[in-house]
């Protein structure tokens, strides 16, 4: 069956980094789009970017974390990053990673997949 394994989250002060992973197995991980969405207590869910499938994939950040992380993926190892650069408190959440077999990674694409979650916090 497909898994999402997150990894890498933790407790940070405002300004530090973060990285988070996510390793896929159980599916041709090469072939989806991967995202990252994070759920704030009280919170909708809410995306934060995606890699299209394939190698060179286009990449998508919502505009409150637009040049500051950077989403990216290594298909030789089934894993997709985020490199969470510049973290402020508002920044904390669940982070969780998704998994799309439309491929394209556009936002508002529908995830089949999803991990267990990782909590990000950023202390003030």
């Known amino acids: 069956q497909v898994q999402l394994v997150e990894s890498g989250g933790g407790l940070v002060q405002a300004g530090g980094s973060l990285r988070l992973s996510c390793a896929a197995s159980?599916?041709?991980?090469?072939?989806?789009?991967m995202a990252w969405f994070r759920q704030a207590p009280g919170k909708e869910r809410e995306f934060v970017a995606a890699?299209?499938?394939?190698?060179?994939?286009?990449?998508y950040y919502s505009d409150s974390v637009k040049g500051r992380f950077t989403i990216s993926r290594n298909n030789a190892k089934n894993t997709v990053y985020l490199q969470m650069n510049s973290l402020k408190p508002e920044d904390t959440a669940v982070y969780y990673c998704?998994?799309?077999?439309?491929?394209?990674?556009?936002?508002?694409?529908?995830?089949?997949?999803w991990g267990q979650g990782n909590q990000v916090t950023v202390s003030s």
């Open positions: 159980g599916l041709t991980f090469r072939g989806f789009a």
């Open positions: 998704e998994a799309s077999s439309s491929g394209t990674g556009v936002p508002g694409s529908a995830y089949e997949y």
């Open positions: 890699v299209a499938a394939w190698s060179g994939g286009r990449t």
